[in-house]
């Protein structure tokens, strides 16, 4: 196992490196750029509006600027140097996790990414832990019940959550709940209240949960179905095996059946994908939920970031969550030998 964990680890770099070539190469040709985002700014213009690829486009959107300030905006962008060098030296700079500094907020990618954070911890890690302590109980009483009238029932109500988009749900319940034509009970913005430094704690904690029920609600609906069905078809699968027989034969009782013999078999599919889940829900940002509950998240930040090319942003960000992503699929992948010792990944490796 230490050998299959080594290989890993080392493949993580190749994997890593050419993701952000790839990636920095991309950026390379994407019309637009941050001189030309921040020449636009300058004159009053909308951002990009005038912005066109190549130099003869640069000159285009700068006009008015003399040629030694368009050199002095490259050099304050670090775009007076070869493409190869600033893509080794931000790599070179990444090993030490300095993500370098956004063009267009005046701080460093990683306090951009922490003042972000509570926005996509407060989104994701509800949302997961809602999901999985509904569904996968859920999930398990739809198997037991399989084809009855409760089992059509609950399948046919998360279907329907299912294919009602996150965004038109939020919209939905600000509608009706949140002071619209209807009833006026819960927040149309924000992750807390104004007054919410003035509070005492039992106060902020309520007015905190007080702001956070339509962005859950409007966030999970849609995840219930994948995780509940997921759930049945493994629990069905299990049950259907001829080990279950032999244990009713033996005159287990059922709950001893279902929750001593099928509930550890059934369950691994679910708990390998949790390290990652769990880790990804840190970091899970959504930006039309974001937008409609005017939440200041890590999903608004990507997307304006894109649109500004704020390429340290951008690149910074890309570089941190593909890093948490390889290291949750890893420990995903160690998750299946502690729940079933009978996996070897060197017989796999062979």
């Not at 640069?58 to 493409?83: I, S, V």
Request: glycine letters at 8%; one cysteine or more.
């Amino acid at each position: 196992m230490f050998a299959y964990i080594l290989k890993r680890l080392l493949l993580m770099i190749p994997t890593l490196f050419g993701i952000m070539l790839v990636t920095f190469i991309v950026t390379q040709f994407v019309p637009g750029g941050p001189v030309e985002q921040l020449v636009s700014q300058l004159q009053g213009q909308e951002n990009g509006q005038e912005a066109s690829s190549g130099t003869a486009g640069l000159y285009r959107g700068a006009t008015g600027l003399e040629e030694e300030q368009l050199q002095e905006l490259n050099k304050l962008f670090g775009f007076d140097k070869p493409a190869h060098q600033r893509f080794f030296t931000m790599m070179g700079n990444y090993l030490s996790f300095n993500l370098g500094d956004s063009y267009f907020h005046n701080k460093s990618v990683i306090d951009l990414v922490v003042s972000k954070l509570p926005v996509s911890i407060s989104l994701g890690v509800w949302s997961f832990f809602i999901v999985y302590l509904t569904c996968i109980p859920l999930g398990i009483a739809k198997a037991v019940r399989d084809g009855s009238r409760f089992d059509v029932a609950t399948s046919t109500l998360i279907l329907i959550g299912y294919a009602v988009p996150g965004f038109v749900l939020g919209i939905a319940l600000l509608v009706f709940f949140g002071g619209g034509s209807f009833l006026d009970i819960f927040p149309l913005r924000g992750l807390v209240s104004d007054n919410w430094a003035d509070l005492s704690w039992p106060m902020k904690v309520l007015d905190y949960l007080w702001h956070m029920v339509l962005p859950i609600i409007a966030t999970v609906i849609g995840s219930f179905a994948v995780m509940t069905m997921l759930t049945k078809n493994s629990f069905l699968e299990e049950i259907r095996k001829q080990y279950v027989q032999t244990a009713r034969a033996k005159g287990l009782s059922e709950n001893k059946v279902l929750y001593k013999h099928v509930f550890r078999n059934a369950m691994i599919p679910l708990i390998t994908g949790f390290p990652a889940a769990f880790i990804g829900a840190f970091f899970t940002g959504s930006l039309l939920i974001e937008t409609i509950f005017s939440l200041d998240g890590l999903g608004l930040l990507s997307y304006e970031s894109v649109l500004k090319r704020d390429y340290p942003v951008v690149l910074g960000t890309l570089y941190l969550f593909t890093l948490l992503g390889l290291v949750a699929k890893l420990f995903a992948d160690i998750s299946y030998v502690l729940i079933d010792p009978r996996i070897q990944f060197e017989s796999v490796d062979k």
